[in-house]
Each structure stands twice: as structure tokens, then as C-alpha cells.
């Protein structure tokens, strides 16, 4: 089985404007979530989509966004981009319905806004 | 609110030493406990995860942790480490009700070096 696959791996913006990070989920899983790692807020949970509807927010300004198609891959927009939203950018999915509440996660976008 | 505090930033270990990374974590109610590694511009990879029940749970790569309720506590222990351990060790706590299957709170990690 692959794992999950995240587009681009790396990626260099320019202040104000704006960027879509893609994922794609493990085949069979439909839950995905976002997190942005950077080295001093470390690991934040962004948000998390099952059957292409929002299940979860996490803290962040409404410039982010996402959604989740209906074959589970998902994608998440960052629009205004600032000089701290330079992070990595990790996508993770699930398979709720095993119950284990495993995460799988993909190797992450590293976006650098300059 | 939940939390999650790795109180060692940095541990260096010689090849064939004993680990043991630390982890406390703050929730309300009974977690879902978790180890993830990270490689240098990789993603995470779940070593071992605590729902239930032995409170002592092995993993991959000949890792364990214990779960300690009366000290809130999820500590990571390897008996030998090996050079290829070296990399950033992630403890975590997901809610054990409801839906969120995809929201884990993370510690701010710690960066294991090993010198041979």
C-alpha cells in the first residue's frame, strides 16, 4: 500500500500571496489532517476532514483553509501568506473505523515565504 | 485543555546505553497516549500507542513506555540504543471520546543524538 503522498515537497512564496497544499491519504482512509511544524511553536494541529466535511478546527486564523474531495484527498490553502507561515507542513490519515487511531503521516510540504 | 510536556529538549546517549525520554501530560479525562519519531525532513512514525488496558506497551524498533496515571506520566525507554535511533522523538495525547480521530496534542519534542 502507499502511503501518504504529499505535493509539493518543497515550495517558496512571496509575502501576500497565497498558496494550496495537496494529500493524499492512504488508500482506504478517510480521515485526513493538517498540522504546521515550525521550530518554535513545534507540532500544531491545523484541522481534520472525514467524508469531505470539517470534523475538527485547531487555532488559526481563517487565511487557513481546507477541504476534502470526495476520493479523500485533500487540500489546504493558505491565502495572505506571512513571513510565519514558513513551516512544514505535515498531512496525516486514518481509518476510523479500525478503531486503533493510528495516524499515518506523509514526509510534509516545506513552504518558506519570503 | 490538554497538554503534553517533553521536559528534556536535547539527550545524548553513546551507542549500546540505556534510553529513557520523558513525557507528562495534562488531560481530563482517560488519554490516548502516543510516541512518534521524526527523521530530519521527514514525517512522523508511531513507535507504540497506550489506549487500555497493560499499562506497560511495546512497539517498533524495541521500544516500550509505561503509563503511569498517578503521575501523569508516558515515558519512552529503550533498553540499547542504536545509531540509526538518532532523530526527534514526539510524545502525544489524542481525546479517547467522541470523533476526533485526527487530533493529537504534541509535546515539543526531543532531539536524541547518539555518539558511537
Known amino acids: 500500500k502507499a502511503g501518504v503522498t504529499q505535493t509539493p515537497r518543497y515550495l517558496i512564496k512571496t509575502r501576500g500571496q497565497q498558496v494550496t497544499l495537496s494529500c493524499s491519504p492512504i488508500?482506504?482512509?478517510?480521515?485526513v489532517s493538517w498540522y504546521q511544524q515550525t521550530p518554535g511553536q513545534g507540532l500544531q494541529f491545523l484541522f481534520e476532514y472525514f467524508s469531505e466535511t470539517q470534523r475538527n478546527k485547531g487555532n488559526f486564523p481563517g487565511r487557513f483553509s481546507g477541504r476534502q474531495f470526495s476520493n479523500s484527498r485533500s487540500e489546504m490553502n493558505v491565502s495572505t501568506l506571512e513571513l510565519g507561515d514558513s513551516a512544514l507542513y505535515l498531512c496525516?490519515?486514518?481509518?476510523?473505523?479500525?478503531?486503533?487511531?493510528?495516524?499515518?503521516f506523509g514526509s510534509g510540504t516545506q513552504l518558506s515565504v519570503l | 485543555a490538554q497538554s503534553v510536556t517533553q521536559p528534556d529538549i536535547h539527550i545524548t546517549v553513546s551507542e549500546g546505553a540505556s534510553l529513557e525520554l520523558r513525557c507528562n501530560y495534562s488531560y481530563g479525562a482517560t488519554p490516548y497516549l502516543f510516541w512518534y519519531v521524526q527523521s530530519p525532513g521527514q514525517g512522523l512514525q508511531l513507535l507504540l500507542k497506550y489506549f487500555s488496558g497493560d499499562t506497560l506497551v511495546q512497539g517498533i524498533k524495541g521500544f516500550e513506555a509505561e503509563f503511569k496515571r498517578s503521575q501523569s506520566s508516558f515515558n519512552l525507554r529503550k533498553p540499547s540504543v542504536h545509531w540509526s535511533d538518532a532523530a526527534e522523538y514526539f510524545c502525544?495525547?489524542?481525546?479517547?471520546?467522541?470523533?476526533?480521530?485526527?487530533?493529537?496534542?504534541f509535546g515539543q519534542g526531543t532531539i536524541l543524538t547518539v555518539h558511537p
Open positions: 496525516a490519515s486514518s481509518s476510523p473505523g479500525q478503531g486503533d487511531r493510528k495516524l499515518f
Open positions: 502525544a495525547v489524542g481525546n479517547a471520546g467522541g470523533t476526533s480521530y485526527g487530533k493529537l496534542t
Open positions: 488508500s482506504g482512509h478517510r480521515s
